[in-house]
């Protein structure tokens, strides 16, 4: 039994190494509970349905999501609107199709299976409007800058007066926590900028948590299957490892001892 509660001592240390690694990534970012790291990370629904309605109402002007449908917020795991809920959002944005029997392209209201309209033609048209700067999609963006979901809460946070010594050009801003310091894109985000229908006050702070656990979501939509995953293959393994200890209690039992 000794022997059995050390391997059980070795594997919860081992397990609680794995979460502290989690913790203990760059101190310098703003800190702020997100409800879906850990084992037993779960998303905010709330705060995924007030995420999305931070993305569409602001960031949405500039920046695409070109990988996501509109169904895709009615699905498990996700914001989970409903249906029709979802189906009332798709259908306040307009797609082009076609071409129709006259061989001519027309407009028609978004459908679920419609992906989330782009706020630009194209790359280059993007850059036009935005003094050269690309504002990037928006689909993984929290997998593909090094701190996630930390470095984009805080950036969105980080906006500050450029301090003496520092010049910035025509449309250039400064943001303590952007590579450099010199962003492109105008502090997105001021108090009360939209108004949540849930009553939650539309702090900078608050938006900035919800839209970016909304893009957590959007670049790992399968977060809560997979830790649900992982927590059903550590039950097991605990198991396992029980049995097989007593097994080869067992077995051995019938071996005498030299001592
Ligand atoms: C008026 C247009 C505009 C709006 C609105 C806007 N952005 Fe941006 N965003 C940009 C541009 C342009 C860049 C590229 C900046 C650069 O490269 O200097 C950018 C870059 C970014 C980056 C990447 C920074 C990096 O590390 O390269 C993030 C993250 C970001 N935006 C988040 C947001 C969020 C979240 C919102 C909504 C709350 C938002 N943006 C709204 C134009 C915009």
Redesign the pocket.
Known sequence: MKKFLKLFQIVTLLLLINLQSFAAEKVDYLKTDWSFKGLFGKFDRASLQRGYQ??TE??A???SMKYLSYRNLAEEGGPEFSVDQAKAIAASFEVVDGPNADGEMFTRPAKLSDKFVMPYENEKAAQAA?GG????D?SV?VKA?GGGVDY?YS??QGYEEAPSGITLDEGVHYNKF??GN?????A??SDGIVEYGDGTIASVEQ?SKD?TSF?MWAAEPHLEARHKMGFKAIVYLIILTTLVYFSMKKIWSRVKSEV
Not at 133 to 136: D, E, L, M, S
């Open positions: 931070v993305y602001v960031c002007a500039c920046h935005n700067a690309y504002p990037p928006m963006l800058r984009i950036l969105l952007m590579y010199k962003i492109k894109m105008a997105p985000l938006m839209v893009l």
